[in-house]
C-alpha cells in the first residue's frame, strides 16, 4: 500500500519559506555525512579502529578525524575513550513520516524532521558479549511532524535548532515514571510538556514494533508547540533523573545498544553497552 503524506500549509508565508530553508540546510549536512557513511568500509572504518584500538595521542588523533568525516551536522553527545571506546553523536534528519500506512484524520502522517543518533566505537555485535568494531545511524529520541515545526518558529519567531536540542536533552534526563503508566507498560495517547525554548513541546511516548529491525521501538513524538503560558496545569518537564534512572539509561538507549521485545502483556528491555557519559 502506497503511504499517504499529509502536508502542512501555514497561511504565514514567512513560516512556509523558513521551514523549507531550515530543511533544506538540514538536508545538506545530512548529505554531508551520508556520502561518506554510504562509503563507511575505505573512509569511516579504518578511522574507527585507530579510535579503538590506539591511546593517548593517537586515539584523540583519529576521533578528531572521525568528527571532521561525520561533518558539521553531527552533534557529539558523548564519547568514552577507555575500557570500551565508543561515541555517540546526534543528527537532526528531514524525512517522511514514521508511521505507516495511518489514517490521515490522526495526523500522524506528517513530513518530519527525527533526532538520530550516530554511534561509533566498539559495538555490540549480534547483541552478545563479543564487541566489533563499527559505526551506525538511526532514529533515536525525537519525531517532530511540520505542524509543530511551523508553530514552534511562527510563536518564537526562531529556528528551531536550539529549541529542539533542548526538548531532546531534557526527555533523555526524564525519569521513565514520568511518562510511563506503569513498570515496563506505556500508553501511547498520554501527553506530556516537555521544556523546550520560550515553551515546550506537547508530547507521547510511544513503543510500538520497528519492520525494519522485527523488533520494538521507543520514541517520543512531539505533536505541536506551545508557549509556557498555555502549558495549564500540566506544566513544562524539565529532565532531574538521577544516573542510572534517566530514559537515556534505558528505554531511549540508542537501538545497536539494547533490545525491546515483547514479553507477556508488557515490553522487556536489555540493555547491552552502557551510554558514555553525556553533555546533557
Known sequence: ???????????????????????????????????????????????????????????????????????????????????????????????????????????????????????????????????????????????????AIGRCIHRTGELPDKIIYECHHNILKLNPGLVMDGENHFNNDARFNVRAGPGGFVCTFRVGEEVSRKEYMARVRADTWIPEEDGGHQGLLVGHGEPGHRLVDNWLVPAPMRRLYREGAGIKLEVHTSMPELKL
Request: aromatic letters at 8%; glycine letters at 6%; hydrophobic letters at 35%.
Open 1 to 147: 500500500m502506497t503511504n499517504i503524506v499529509t502536508s502542512v500549509t501555514y497561511s504565514d508565508s514567512y513560516v512556509r519559506g523558513r521551514m523549507r530553508t531550515w530543511k533544506v540546510e538540514l538536508k545538506r549536512r545530512c548529505d554531508l555525512f551520508e556520502r561518506n557513511y554510504e562509503r563507511r568500509q575505505e573512509v569511516l572504518l579504518p578511522v574507527i579502529a585507530g579510535f579503538v584500538r590506539k591511546r593517548s595521542v593517537g586515539q584523540q588523533r583519529a576521533f578528531k578525524k572521525l568528527r571532521q568525516l561525520l561533518g558539521p551536522g553531527a552533534y557529539l553527545e558523548g564519547v568514552r575513550f577507555h575500557p570500551i571506546p565508543i561515541a555517540v553523536f546526534s543528527m537532526l534528519r528531514p524525512r517522511d513520516s514514521i508511521t505507516i500506512d495511518a489514517p490521515v484524520d490522526t495526523g500522524l502522517m506528517q513530513d518530519c524532521v527525527t533526532m538520530n543518533y550516530i554511534l561509533a566505537g566498539e559495538l555490540p555485535e549480534d547483541r552478545t558479549s563479543l564487541t566489533k568494531v563499527g559505526v551506525a545511524e538511526g532514529y533515536w529520541t525525537l519525531e517532530i511532524p511540520d505542524h
